[in-house]
């Protein structure tokens, strides 16, 4: 609903509907294969093969992501079902959200604070709404992250 102005929708006999739940998994499924896509060069495989070039060594630096750890900025329905993705691959989660769902925390997801999760990460997924027009990727939260983070960026 951040990108629709409703109000004007409205007057226009427009009809608009929010539906919270529906995507939820969508999402997560999106998020986690752009992950793998990033940890194994998926894409930029398929676009140079198809111009007839094999790069195989150029992408040996590809990881896996079992015993990584993924940060979840905003752990609502959607983070949630990314983390529960997430840790059948093998990975923990650490998350930050300001409301904390009781019974989630266990030996693969822990919730943190956000420093922690920035510092320990190997991949940053953002599920929150902007709630000003400052980025949140920015120079300083970038100097509190590992060296080759990757983050995906759903909010």
């Given amino acids: 609903m951040d990108n629709i102005d409703v109000q004007y929708a409205e ?40 111009e007839d070039r094999w790069e195989k060594k150029a992408y040996g630096a590809g990881i896996e992501i079992a015993g990584k750890t993924l940060g979840v900025i905003g752990y609502g329905r ?28 266990c030996d693969t997801m822990h919730y943190v604070e956000m420093d922690e999760l920035l510092a320990n990460s190997d991949f940053i997924s953002l599920h929150t709404p902007s709630v000003d027009s400052k ?12 060296d080759g983070v990757i983050i995906l960026n759903l909010r």
């Fill in 11 to 50: 007057a226009h006999g427009i009809t608009v509907k929010n539906t919270p739940k529906a995507s939820s998994n969508s999402v997560a499924e999106l998020a986690l294969a752009h992950m793998l896509s990033c940890a194994r060069f998926i894409s930029i495989a398929g676009h140079t093969m198809r």
């Fill in 78 to 105: 959607i983070g949630q079902a990314l983390g529960a993705k997430a840790q059948a691959l093998g990975m923990t989660v650490l998350a930050y959200d300001i409301f904390k769902v009781p019974g989630l925390e």
């Fill in 135 to 146: 980025p949140f990727v920015n120079v300083e939260t970038i100097a509190k992250m590992k």
